[in-house]
């Protein structure tokens, strides 16, 4: 399976995040699993490619010219794609994903997640989505997310396009357990009768 880690390229967080992330790369190596990430040699991005790599793991990264050429990109990865720009990037990520885990991390990692669910309710896409809450990191998230549903933007159902992990282990259980299902099949009446949000 190919699951791939949405993750932050700072190197100035906290050390608990580096030895998750390290655990998280580990792990999808050991479970026979290949990670797809944003090819990055530093931060998190870094320290996740290179425990699964030592743990025997294959890590192919994908990266926007423009960053390539300032020398960010991962040179020991079993497989580097290379395109135009951020938005083609994703692109090629999703289609090569089997999953998704959103890692701690900044506004790239957000926006990166929330298309994948955004996808999902529009039922474009049925894969599975982790979000890694390490720390409590996705408390204040969820929050907003929750009191989206309360007041109608969100429908309950949606809870379902994604799974909060307290854990590496929970979410890798996860992604290994997870069934497509029908959610986001119906949207465009199911939403246009509740008034929950379909697109931007």
Known sequence: MNICVYCASSSAVDALYFDEAR?????????????????????????????????????EG??????????????????????????????????LADAFIAFPGG???????????????LG????ACALLNINGYFDALIAQIERAIRERFIKEAYRGLYHVSPT????????GAYQPGA????????????????GG
């Open 23 to 59: 655990r998280l790369g580990r792990e999808i190596a050991l479970r026979g699993h290949r990670v797809i990430y944003g090819a990055g040699n530093i931060g998190l991005m870094g320290a996740l490619a290179a425990a699964a790599r030592d743990a025997g793991g294959e890590v």
């Open 168 to 175: 590496v282990q929970d979410a890798l259980d996860y992604i």
């Open 124 to 127: 474009l896409l049925d894969k």
């Open 183 to 198: 959610i986001g099949k119906d949207w465009g009446i199911a939403d246009a009768d509740t008034g929950a949000e379909v």
């Open 62 to 95: 994908v990266i926007p010219a423009f960053l390539k050429e300032k020398g960010l990109a991962d040179g020991a990865l079993t497989r580097l794609h290379v395109t135009p720009d951020m938005r083609s990037r994703k692109q090629k990520m999703e289609d």
């Open 107 to 121: 506004f790239g990692t957000l926006e990166e997640v929330f298309e994948i669910i955004t996808l999902k309710q």
